[in-house]
């Protein structure tokens, strides 16, 4: 609640009286949800050490109380740690933490466990170790890992439409990159399509992330069609930023297409 009313002291001073009390009577049950909300409340403020420091603390108690090493809260927090060191290039740990990770979900659907909750981390932890990848220039190694995630999410459920669609248009840029035009393209057609169905906020990236693989592909027509969508939607949703881009593409569009 202090949280919403957007009064984060008070929410961190709450959090820490609940981990204070639940130490003094060694009652652990909320102990990790507590130690989430305040490691997402130090990044959302761009602590970063805080993050890292409440992050190690969290695994660090998760061990003493006795809770197995892949317990679903000490991978995701693992996950987060990895994610924090790859951002930083700090990329020997960050290549352990997402190893770590990858091989504990691993490890549990082999024996058998095909919960949401375990196939859901699996994809997170894939996704973001593609993402490790692409900032490295892994790229080959990244569309593997990111090409098994989108495969693996489309078998559980719970994962959502928007978690979807991330990894729809980041293996788009992929494969753009790399030059596979036609899977991007396929992939990015995929994302617009969802992204309609669910009336998705990033659907004018979308479009100009489609025009932009027109382009490539020497198709102007359907390159100038996806640019005037994104330019649209850009300026309806007040995404100035999307606007400006669509209307460079179809200067681009002018240019290459005479």
């Known amino acids: 609640m202090a949280l919403e009313k957007g009064d984060t002291e008070r929410a961190e001073a709450i959090l820490l009286m609940g981990l204070k009390i639940s130490?003094?009577?060694?009652?652990?049950?909320?102990?990790?949800?507590?130690?989430?909300?305040?490691?997402?409340i130090a990044l959302a403020q761009g602590n970063i050490g805080k993050a890292e420091a409440l992050l190690d603390n969290a695994i660090e108690?998760?061990?003493?109380?006795?809770?197995?090493?892949?317990?679903?809260h000490a991978i995701d927090f693992k996950l987060r740690l990895a994610r924090i060191y790859s951002a930083f290039k700090d990329n020997d740990f960050a290549e352990i933490g997402f190893k770590t990770c990858l091989e504990a979900q691993k490890r549990k659907i082999t024996n058998g466990d095909t919960s949401t909750r375990t196939g859901m981390l699996y994809v997170n932890v894939l996704f973001w170790y593609g993402v490790h990848m692409i900032r490295n220039q892994q790229y080959q190694d990244a569309k593997s890992t990111l090409d098994i995630?989108?495969?693996?999410?489309?078998?559980?459920?719970?994962?959502?439409p928007y978690q979807e669609l991330v990894i729809l248009y980041t293996l788009s840029d992929l494969n753009s990159a790399l030059g596979h035009l036609d899977v991007a393209l396929e992939s990015m057609l995929n994302a617009v399509l969802l992204g309609k169905g669910i009336s998705?906020?990033?659907?004018?990236?979308?479009?100009?992330?489609l025009a932009r693989i027109y382009i490539k592909m020497e198709a102007y027509e359907q390159a100038k069609e996806s640019a005037l969508e994104a330019q649209k939607l850009a300026l309806l949703f007040d995404y100035l930023d999307i606007a400006q881009e669509a209307g460079l593409l179809l200067d681009e569009i002018t240019r290459k297409g005479k």
């Open 23 to 40: 130490d003094d009577n060694k009652v652990f049950l909320g102990m990790p949800y507590m130690y989430d909300i305040l490691a997402s």
């Open 61 to 72: 108690k998760m061990t003493q109380i006795g809770l197995p090493e892949d317990d679903h």
């Open 200 to 209: 998705s906020l990033d659907l004018p990236r979308c479009y100009a992330r």
């Open 149 to 160: 995630a989108y495969q693996y999410s489309t078998k559980i459920k719970g994962l959502s």
